[in-house]
């Protein structure tokens, strides 16, 4: 499985992404000039709630995966769509790396140490499982998270959506000892706890 490292190309397909790797420039460039110390985390999916179920996520209009599924069997949505079936990826859907909010809480506690400590002065890390979910996948394991069964159509592509997207988080690793601890379900099930206590 190809995984996408911190030196592979950017190029970045949308306004939201392009306004990311700007802010990357800018901390790279104020680095030279002023000798900012930086370190820049590159999220994959950032997903699931905190385990206390206080803190989660709710968004206006809603557009992730897994909320929608969640809301889909909590009753709050009538089905699923499933943005395009013909990826070349095994079972035809988008695979993508979800990352639980809490590692990546950690690795912001990380980074911040490196900084203050003086261990480094700039770095980017990718922060992901270097696990990759299709879509088929999250809907699956959400149905067993919550043993309820999901209604699902199939529609077509996005514009511009990437097939796969898998980070390699091997340097944060190396470099701060950062690695998820949380898998799919794990995340899944805290999502759940939080969206079935804050049923609107
Ligand atoms: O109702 C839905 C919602 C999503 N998807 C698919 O599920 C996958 C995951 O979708 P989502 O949770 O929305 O994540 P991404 O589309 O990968 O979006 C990520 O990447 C975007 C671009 O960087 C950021 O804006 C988002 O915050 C970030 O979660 C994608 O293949 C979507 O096409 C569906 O099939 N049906």
Not at 81 to 97: A, H, L, M, Q
Not at 141 to 164: I, W
Not at 176 to 194: F, Q, T
Request: proline residues 4%; charged residues 25%; contains cysteine.
């Amino acid at each position: 499985m190809e995984l996408i490292t911190e030196d592979c190309p950017t190029n970045p397909i949308d306004p939201y992404g392009r306004s990311k790797l700007m802010i990357e420039q800018i901390l790279a460039d104020f680095a030279v000039i002023y000798g900012l110390n930086y370190v820049v985390l590159r999220y994959f999916n950032a997903a699931g709630a905190h385990e206390s179920a206080e803190i989660g996520e709710d968004h206006n209009p809603e557009k992730h995966l897994i909320p929608i599924v969640l809301q889909h069997l909590l009753g709050q949505r009538d089905k699923i769509s499933v943005f395009g079936t013909n990826y070349d990826t095994p079972n035809g859907t988008c695979i993508r790396d979800y990352i639980h909010v809490t590692d990546l809480a950690k690795a912001h506690i990380l980074a911040l140490e490196a900084l203050l400590s003086g261990k480094k002065k700039t770095a980017v890390y990718n922060l992901g499982n270097g696990l990759g979910y299709s879509v088929k996948e999250v809907i699956k394991t959400c149905e067993k998270v919550t043993g309820r069964k999901a209604f699902v159509e199939y529609t077509d592509r996005c514009l511009g959506e990437p097939a796969r997207l898998v980070a390699s988080s091997q340097k944060i690793y190396e470099e701060l000892g950062w690695k998820a601890e949380y898998l799919l379900e794990g995340i899944i099930a805290s999502a759940w706890k939080w969206h079935s206590r804050h049923v609107k």
